[in-house]
């Protein structure tokens, strides 16, 4: 039941042209940020600083507000999410899946590591981190309140229209709804703890059965393999289980293709996509907290992907880049993990 790709025969409220802007600039190796930069906060969303979600309303608003034939705005930003498009993500020259295999990880970081430097630009703060939504912490097991309604007459943003509203979301999950780490696609009766169980699903999922990189990460997923489907891998225990779970619960299940968040060609158009990533990245910093190690493989290690950063310049990344988060000058505040001493 993993959140999947686009069945074409099917109502598609998104589009499905998704190859990333052509823009003539040659592209050009990461560097990364200067050593002396400031280095960028992540804040849960139940526990912003004061000024904080007026600081990210109005970044997301500027990136709505920019034209189609710039890579930063918003809809070619969740573009990125379903591109599958020739030398967009290569692993030694074969076009690449990055879902389902040790890819997902490295790649939703250097997703969101871009989409993090162009929000701050926009708002002219390079210190902006994009916040997470802490589901695996009791206190942030809703959906956070201000991504609900669409209209907001107490904030300063164009016409009222909160920029973290999405219309395609199951809405019997909006109204502080405890959200269940392990949703099949049915809403469960009352009669258990839901937090209690989503802790120990986050115990399963980050412990018990995340004991290795493969476990972890997924399966490898070499040079030579062709993209898409491939049933037998290893699908890592995060990827296939809280993160596949959390997309599930928020999109709209009436909808034939289950946008937003419920698949992978439209995911990225609601906002909650990269809050969510945002916990799912870190995951992998916790997880390595936790003695975990990243796969050595080179095959791995020199997995790259292109994106466009902040400036508009196409940049390639690899995985191998992706692990320090020093080096990125990135880093999560921390917050409780009740799930570290829950039984699975
Ligand atoms: Cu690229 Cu949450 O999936």
Redesign the pocket.
Known sequence: DA?SGFDINKKLLRPIDCCPLSKNVEESDFKFPDKSSKTRIRYPLHNLPLGYLDKYMDAIQKMKDLPDSDPRSFKNQAKV?CAYCNGSYTQNDKELQ??NSWLFFPF?RWYLYFYERILGDLIHDSTFGLPYWNWDNPEGMTIPHFFVEKQCNNYNVKNGENPLYDEYRDASHLRYELIDLDYSGKNRDLCYDQKEINLATMNRQMMRNAFDATSFFGGKYVAGDEPIPRGDNVVGSVEAGC?TAV?RWVGNPTNENKEDMGN?YS?GYDPL?YV??SN?DRMWTLWKQMGGKEPTDTDWENASYVFYDEKQNPVRVNNKQSVDLSNLKYEYKSSATPWMDRPP
């Open positions: 959140v999410h990055i879902h939703h993160h997309h992978f995911a996509f969510h990533h799912v």
